[in-house]
């Protein structure tokens, strides 16, 4: 089950993260106190607010976060950021080819 998250992390991550808050228990909570953080997450970066929840509950000691899930958590933004940023990339260039006189 573990593995089968996990890649759903990857290619769908707002449905992993929906599934770990829906039969995770309080793995979410654990990483989060409060409900507004994650929800967010859910909208803007998925695959962060998951690896963050990730490193926070199973990397190094409870309730700390340690170096190496600081680094995963850093790949995740930059893959999440990346990910919003070719979006407007192909948006642009979308236009630019529907509208070439603009």
Do not use: Q
């Not at 793995?27 to 507004?36: E, T, V």
């Not at 680094?71 to 930059?78: F, N």
Request: net charge positive; proline share 6%.
């Amino acid at each position: 089950m573990p593995c089968l998250i996990g890649i759903l992390a990857l290619i769908f991550p707002r449905v992993a993260l929906f599934l770990v808050w829906f039969l995770g228990g309080n793995y979410l909570d654990r990483a989060y106190h409060s409900w507004i953080v994650p929800l967010a997450g859910f909208f803007f970066l998925p695959l962060t607010t998951l690896i963050y929840a990730f490193a926070h509950n199973s990397l190094g000691t409870p309730g700390h976060v340690s170096s190496l899930g600081w680094l995963l958590v850093a790949i995740a933004a930059i893959v999440d950021l990346g990910l919003w940023g070719g979006g407007g990339r192909h948006a642009h260039r979308w236009g630019r080819e529907r509208w070439p006189g603009d």
